[in-house]
Nanobody, 115 residues
């Protein structure tokens, strides 16, 4: 069964850092495009960052220069390094994998940026 499991969320002060992780099956890491999405209270889910199986990345303008997405295909783990966090980064962060018509979501991990 395909699963995506996130970890690493928590409470951090503005300007702080967090590292999110997503582990999944080898099937996903062989060929799926992977993403981090987030959803803040009362807002739509939005794309934060994406990474192809070969390593090409893209970022939302709001996180460029602060967030870094990586994937280690043999270890079947994807990470999101978040630096200089702001209150507006507060959201539930979701790991997502997609290929063609198939997609999978993790359960989400809460990130709260507050003093």
């Amino acid at each position: 069964q395909v699963q995506l499991v996130e970890s690493g969320g928590g409470l951090v002060q503005p300007g702080g850092s967090l590292r999110l992780s997503c582990v999944g099956s080898p099937t996903i890491f062989r060929s799926y495009e992977m993403h981090w999405y987030r959803q803040a209270p009362g807002k739509q889910r939005e794309l934060v960052a994406g990474i192809l199986s070969g390593g090409t990345t893209n970022y939302a303008d709001s996180v460029k220069g602060r967030f870094t997405i990586k994937r280690d295909n043999p270890k079947t783990i994807m990470t999101l390094e978040m630096k200089n966090l702001k209150s507006e980064d507060t959201a539930v962060y979701y790991c997502h994998a997609a290929r063609g018509g198939d997609e999978y979501w993790g359960q989400g991990t809460q990130v709260t940026v507050s003093s």
